[in-house]
């Protein structure tokens, strides 16, 4: 093999590259075919003939198939960085990285952190759009870096690598996520049920759709950090709470929707929603987040419907 | 194996724990669905009498015909209705863009004030106005007039 391509490279030099494809194409096919298969290859070429067909009786003949290399492309990522202990203000900086077609952002934020600047921060756990620890705002909109593909970018212009909004930056992409969570904890997002039985709590397939939608939540924050409302005022629950609520106000075994109910029906509960579908549109698991919010209203107003 | 938390610990009390006075913002979203299907009826069967059903359009609407109008109860009620709704309902408005958007919370009292002021002057001063309005002032030109001021 290595002497053909030697050779190969040696009448590149001597006779032009449009001639060079030829040779190699041939020395490599007949380096795994049997004799009479190099013969028929270097008489018939690939045109099928008598003499190949019989030939094709003992040993067949394989064409190696033209496997087309991954090409890799350069991409530049914009990423907001800021050091609490260098920065007064956050700053962008760019990255060039080459980046293959089937890579997702986390894998240029790696790419940056592992070769070019370990001082990137930004928070990952399962890479595969699961743990919900890598929500950040690219080119504008919340979405899991693990989940967006490079190529679904428009690669020709700079991609905008930002850390989630309306939450405290803590360093780079990394915010402080206690806010998000204590809106979470503060609707009690646990199963409240008085009876004991002897086995399971049962319940009809119809039950268990009815709230099917916002068990998906994996309370990534992308909803909330998109969410204007949010932005401009902390304190309002957020579309996170509110779906977390939704998954056991409208479960049957729960007793306790309306305790809920009367959390979420505040001044800076589900009445501050202005239905801007920000948050349905950020949710990397597909959960109509508005819909549930309005179901929310709804159950407010005429009673939970099961 | 399972484990019952008699007293789940959360420390985390609703957000309006220290809020004084009723929640009025479940009324509020309701009052601006309602009130809004009502105004569309109001003000496009208003804008339909006046510019449409009524001969010569918007050149026919003169003292005297304003004047006509608000000499007939249906009329007087209609616009009432339409005032209060219209006002209340952009002044909700008003006042839930300066909840999300103002965050001094001086600026914010002020702004809220200032959109309630205006709201019940208009309301009042519209209300006072509709009911007591006389269509035919004494000493005018008659030919300005609604025709039944001949007759008085």
């Not at chain 1, 929603?273 to 407010?300: L, S």
């Not at chain 2, 304003?66 to 007087?76: D, H, I, R, T």
Request: proline share 6%; aromatic share 8%; charged share 20%.
């Amino acid at each position: 093999m290595s002497q053909s391509e030697q050779k190969n490279e040696h009448s590149l030099g001597s006779e032009g590259a449009s001639e060079a494809g030829d040779p190699s194409a041939q020395a490599e096919a007949a380096v795994d075919a049997t004799t009479a298969d190099a013969q028929a290859v270097s008489a018939g070429g690939t045109t099928p003939s008598p003499a190949d067909s019989a030939a094709e009786g003992t040993a067949r003949q394989v064409e190696p198939e033209p496997v087309e290399e991954p090409q890799s492309f350069p991409v530049t990522i914009i990423v907001r960085r800021y050091d609490p202990e260098v920065d007064e203000e956050p700053r962008w900086v760019d990255y060039d990285v080459q980046m293959f077609a089937t890579e997702r952002i986390l894998d240029a934020l790696h790419r940056i952190k592992w070769e070019q600047d370990p001082s990137l921060a930004f928070r990952r756990s399962c890479a595969h759009g699961v743990c919900g620890s890598d929500a950040m705002r690219i080119n504008g909109k919340n979405r899991l870096a693990c989940k967006a593909l490079v190529k679904d970018f428009d690669t020709s212009k700079p991609i905008y690598v930002e850390a989630i909004k309306g939450l405290p930056l803590e360093k780079d992409l990394i915010v402080d996520m206690e806010p998000f969570f204590d809106s979470f904890r503060e609707i009690q997002p646990f199963l409240q049920a008085t009876g004991k039985p002897d086995k399971e709590r049962h319940q009809t397939i119809a039950q268990r759709e009815r709230f099917d939608d916002t068990t998906k939540c994996i309370l990534c924050a992308a909803c909330t950090t998109s969410c204007p409302v949010f932005w401009t005022d902390g304190q309002y629950f957020g579309p996170a709470a509110i779906v977390n609520a939704h998954r056991f106000i409208f479960d049957s075994r729960d007793e306790a929707s309306q305790v809920r109910l009367d959390i979420l029906n505040d001044q800076e509960g589900v009445w501050r929603c202005r239905t801007t579908f920000n948050c349905t549109d950020a949710c990397p698991r597909g959960i109509q987040v508005t819909k549930a919010i309005a179901e929310v209203k709804q159950a407010m107003i005429s009673g939970v419907k099961l | 194996m399972t484990a019952t938390i008699e007293n789940p610990n959360y420390a985390y009390p609703a957000r309006s724990a220290g809020r004084r006075g009723p929640n009025l913002e479940k009324a509020g979203w309701i009052f601006m669905r309602a009130s809004g299907v009502v105004l569309v009826v109001l003000i496009f069967g208003h804008l339909a009498f006046n510019l449409l059903w009524t001969p010569g359009g918007i050149h026919a609407v003169d003292f005297g015909f304003v004047g006509g109008k608000l000499a007939q109860p249906f009329w007087q009620w209609w616009d009432v209705l339409m005032l209060w709704l219209a006002i209340l309902h952009g002044s909700n408005g008003m006042r839930t863009i300066v909840n999300d958007y103002v965050h001094k919370p001086t600026i914010r009292t002020v702004a809220l004030w200032a959109i309630g002021i205006a709201a019940a002057v208009l309301i009042i001063l519209g209300t006072l106005i509709t009911f007591t309005f006389n269509p035919c002032p004494e000493g005018a030109d008659l030919s300005l007039l609604p025709s039944f001021c001949a007759e008085l």
